[in-house]
Every structure is written in structure tokens, then in C-alpha cells.
């Protein structure tokens, strides 16, 4: 009869013990689609505001169509929906780029820079980067952890029995990943003059 019991106590703390795992593994997994959902409000914050900016500039900056339709068109293609996550991932690189040239173009506008429409995006846009770079790195956290779980022994066990595949850590470019300070940018043309 002890043994009996033992038996039980032994089959029921192992099951205990894989209900845990698979829940945790599930968890992690939901941990980094939830971040990255918020990546993706970001996105679209940030595309919702480009618009504005665009045509801010647009009536200061005539020559500087090419960076101006190039990046209505990246917006059109976020707003349409269906990527994959990394298509997200790589169209916002693309984005960040642009932006960043965009609002350096505003360096060689002073009309622009004083305009205060313009100044409300600017800021605007400075808090969606940094909202982004936050949320960029808690979803290279939650990657990280979400891949150690799969590879980590015991749990790799459940994962390849639940056929867990392993995310890609979000990584912008070199270009992308470094935000210009906008201040210096700005007030550099104002210093010299």
C-alpha cells in the first residue's frame, strides 16, 4: 500500500512537473508576441505621425520629394497589413532611416526648424523612437528568454515536443540603431550663424 501511494505521489509531482514546464514554455512564447504587438502599436503611432511631418516639410523642402515619397510609400505598405514579423522588423529599419534623413533635411530650412508644427512632430517622433528602442530591447528579452527555454535541458524536451520553433532577436542596422540627437543637429545651424 506505501508503495502504492509512493507510486502515485511520484506520478502525480512528475505530471505536476510537465504541466509547469508546457505552461511556462506557452507563457514565454505569449511574452514575446505580446511585446512585439506593442512594437507594432509603436509602428503605427510612428506612421500615423509621419504624414504630418512629411507635409510640414514638404512645404519648406521642395527638392526632397524622393525621401518624401519614399517614405509615404513605406507607410502605405505598413498600413496594409500582412507582413511577417520580419518584414515589420525590416521595413522599420528602412523607416528609421528615412526619418533620420528627413529631419536632417530640416538643417538646411531655419523657416522649418522655427515652425512650431513642426516642432510638436519632432518631439512627437523623439518619444515614439525612444518607445520603440524600450520596447525593441523587452523584445529582445522576452527572445532570449523564449529561446534559452527551448534550448535549456529539460525544457528543450517539451519544446520539441510541442514543436517550439526559436524567434529571431530584433536587431536594427548599424544606421537605424543610432538615433541622431536631433538638438545638436538643429542647433549646430544656429550656432553657426
Do not use: C
Not at 39 to 47: H, P
Not at 114 to 133: G, I, K, S, V, Y
Amino acid at each position: 500500500m506505501e508503495t502504492l501511494l509512493l507510486g502515485l505521489g511520484v506520478t502525480a509531482a512528475l505530471v505536476g512537473w510537465l504541466i509547469h514546464l508546457y505552461n511556462s514554455l506557452i507563457a514565454q512564447k505569449n511574452a514575446v508576441k505580446q511585446v512585439f504587438a506593442s512594437i507594432d502599436s509603436l509602428l503605427t503611432q510612428r506612421y500615423d505621425v509621419l504624414p504630418n511631418l512629411v507635409a510640414t516639410v514638404q512645404a519648406y523642402a521642395k527638392h526632397e520629394q524622393d525621401t518624401l515619397v519614399r517614405l509615404t510609400e513605406m507607410r502605405a505598405k505598413a498600413s496594409a497589413g500582412g507582413l511577417t514579423q520580419a518584414e515589420k522588423m525590416k521595413l522599420d529599419t528602412s523607416t528609421s532611416q528615412m526619418v533620420t534623413q528627413l529631419l536632417a533635411t530640416a538643417e538646411n530650412y531655419p523657416e522649418l526648424k522655427a515652425n512650431q508644427n513642426f516642432m510638436h512632430l519632432q518631439h512627437t517622433l523623439t518619444e515614439l523612437e525612444d518607445q520603440l528602442a524600450a520596447a525593441r530591447r523587452a523584445y529582445s528579452g522576452s527572445v532570449t528568454a523564449y529561446n534559452n527555454a527551448l534550448e535549456m535541458f529539460p525544457s528543450s524536451l517539451m519544446a520539441g515536443m510541442m514543436n517550439l520553433q526559436p524567434e529571431t532577436v530584433y536587431k536594427a542596422e548599424a544606421v537605424a540603431s543610432q538615433r541622431p540627437d536631433l538638438d545638436m543637429l538643429f542647433n549646430a545651424k544656429t550656432s553657426q550663424a
